[in-house]
């Protein structure tokens, strides 16, 4: 019986092959083994974060107040999102009011702030996600969702008027 010897330069391709199997595999367990919000997109939002970007947004100097307060009023429109969602209706009209709250910091310190772009990008991905909680919101819960978007939305415009005027 013949025995075929195989090339070294097939053996360094298959050696190659196992490790881009190996690694692919790593790779696959890595991701599968993330959280779901991870998967989806959508960041977990907590009271110990919101209490972190309240004490930085309080600490932090004029020019990047704003754009902290307006981050902290997306978070918090999250966390009432879910909190809506999951029934909690008490919790999110105090998350809610809070978050009125951090968008007229917002507005108190737009006469400094330095990044107004990305502070109006924030504001419009928080005002529509508002809308989209006004609409899916329960009678007892919408008033508390307007009165945000309401609030948002004279920020918006302030904040807006200051762009084009310059």
């Not at 690694?23 to 919101?50: F, K, M, N, Y």
């Not at 809506?84 to 400094?112: S, W």
Request: aromatic letters at 4%; a neutral charge.
């Amino acid at each position: 019986m013949h025995v075929m010897k195989v090339p070294t330069q097939w053996k360094r391709v298959q050696a190659g092959f196992r490790v881009a199997v190996s690694c692919t595999v790593l790779v696959g367990c890595c991701v599968a083994s993330r959280p779901a919000t991870a998967e989806s997109g959508v960041e977990v939002v907590d009271a110990h974060l919101l209490t972190e970007l309240e004490q930085r947004a309080l600490s932090a100097n004029a020019r990047e107040q704003a754009f902290l307060y307006a981050d902290l009023a997306d978070k918090m429109s999250v966390l009432a999102g879910k909190q809506l969602a999951d029934g909690e209706v008490e919790e999110a009209e105090a998350t809610l009011e809070r978050m009125e709250a951090c968008t007229a910091k917002m507005e108190n310190n737009l006469q400094q702030s330095k990044s107004l772009k990305k502070t109006e990008l924030l504001l419009h991905m928080t005002h529509r996600r508002l809308s989209d909680m006004v609409r899916a919101a329960g009678m007892d819960a919408k008033p508390h969702v307007q009165s945000a978007l309401k609030r948002l939305d004279a920020a918006q415009t302030a904040l807006l008027a200051m762009i084009f005027s310059k």
